[in-house]
């Protein structure tokens, strides 16, 4: 696939390559947009206060969300110089497709709340820009329609331990054209997220008079996202937990449902290995021994994650997990990572520690809120430029060329 927009020409106020007919001008809005963290401030400002809270916030103390951040400081580059970097490129290969860098988009649930479309101006964007995305099973979006948009996309989803349901699923997932299937295993049960209840988030959401006043305090949310969506598609719904339509967005009495996630084991896994053809990869692994045993039973690939801190107060960061997640599965199983990635440079230090790509979940959330489509190649550009000068400066031409050599842990 070729792609149709050049993370390498798109002009960003502190990177000087120059543009082309392939890369839009920046929208005066995104100007002064110069960071990732940049996108959070202002999508801050833009969302009601509930569905901030619902994409920022991690659980109980916010242990592991401070500790996924924190992690990055306990390392040091080492630089190399006099390294002709002139021709230095970002392209990653993953399960035989090449793209155009080694990061991509984390599932986000519910980014149709968030942002006008929010599933798909990520599908659509990371098809023009030729980077990995994985969409969300908890989204207001059919996948069908996501499939359609980007057939690069892959499918995340969540099951309980129903061998019916897995079954009927995994053939939705596998008719609608999608070719990677990721099974999230870190939620047998939802975490203690008292965050969203302090800021009167729920899902379904509740009518009520403190909802109306978030959404009417933050009229270009309600005007551009949220009556935009009810006038032109409906209320939503989540569409992808099981083959029938779930419960609305919106209700006062309707309850999610989210099945007997907790009966869940390493036979239903085995199960999905035997019905599903395409790649197969395992999300929210930190220990070694079921990194082999995934490995053991088919398992394509995986993805070292603390579900952004949003589970487990108190987990270990997966950026302190990957070294070891990495020397317990062979080279032929691509180990990727998310949770707690801001920067290009933090990208760099996980593909120093041995994975093979980063997904990036809430600053790429906040750019599609803020400013759609053109945030999130905006957003996609600043990694990016972020990665090919850090390159330069540590001595490396590849992206897949930085390893361990280059780093040293603080105090050794």
Not at 128 to 148: C, F, K
Not at 250 to 273: K, P, Q, Y
Not at 369 to 392: K, S
Request: net charge positive; hydrophobic share 45%.
């Amino acid at each position: 696939m070729t792609a149709a927009f050049s993370l390498s020409d798109y002009p960003l106020a502190n990177h000087s390559a120059p543009r082309t007919g392939t890369s839009p001008p920046i929208p005066r809005r995104l100007a002064r947009v110069l960071s990732l963290a940049d996108f959070e401030v202002a999508a801050r400002r833009h969302l009601p206060r509930p569905i901030f809270a619902y994409v920022s916030g991690g659980c109980e103390t916010d242990r592991s969300l401070r500790e996924n951040r924190a992690a990055f400081e306990e390392f040091d580059w080492v630089p190399r110089v006099l390294v002709d970097t002139s021709q230095r490129t970002l392209d990653t290969t993953l399960f035989g497709h090449t793209y155009a860098a080694p990061f991509g988009i984390a599932p986000m649930g519910i980014s149709a709340l968030s942002a006008y479309r929010g599933d798909l101006i990520q599908a659509q964007a990371s098809a023009l820009a030729n980077l990995p995305m994985i969409m969300s099973g908890s989204s207001l979006i059919r996948m069908e329609e996501i499939a359609q948009a980007n057939p690069q996309a892959w499918f995340q989803m969540y099951v309980p331990g129903e061998p019916k349901t897995i079954a009927a699923l995994v053939d939705r997932v596998a008719q609608a054209g999608f070719r990677t299937l990721v099974l999230t295993a870190d939620v047998p049960v939802s975490g203690n997220r008292e965050n969203n209840l302090r800021a009167g988030f729920s899902t379904p959401l509740r009518p009520g008079p403190r909802l109306a006043w978030d959404g009417l305090t933050h009229p270009r949310w309600l005007f551009g996202t949220a009556l935009r969506t009810l006038w032109r598609h409906g209320m939503p719904h989540f569409e992808n937990s099981r083959t029938t339509r779930g419960a609305p967005i919106l209700s006062s009495n309707v309850l999610r449902d989210f099945g007997a996630r907790d009966h869940l084991s390493w036979e239903h896994l085995r199960m999905i290995r035997q019905r599903w053809r395409g790649t197969l990869v395992l999300k929210g692994i930190l220990d070694p021994d079921d990194a082999r045993r995934a490995r053991e039973l088919g398992v394509d690939g995986l993805i070292v994650s603390n579900h952004g801190g949003r589970q487990l107060d108190g987990s270990i960061a997966p950026l302190r997990a990957l070294p070891r997640v990495v020397a317990a599965v062979d080279a032929d199983c691509p180990v990727m990572i998310d949770s707690g990635f801001r920067r290009g440079g933090d990208v760099l230090m996980a593909l120093a520690l041995g994975a093979r790509a980063v997904l990036i979940g809430r600053p790429f959330n906040y750019a599609g809120a803020v400013a759609g489509q053109a945030g999130l190649l905006h957003a996609f550009a600043i990694v990016a430029a972020e990665m090919r000068r850090n390159m330069a400066l540590l001595g490396v031409t590849r992206a897949d060329d930085v390893d361990a050599s280059r780093l040293r842990r603080r105090g050794e």
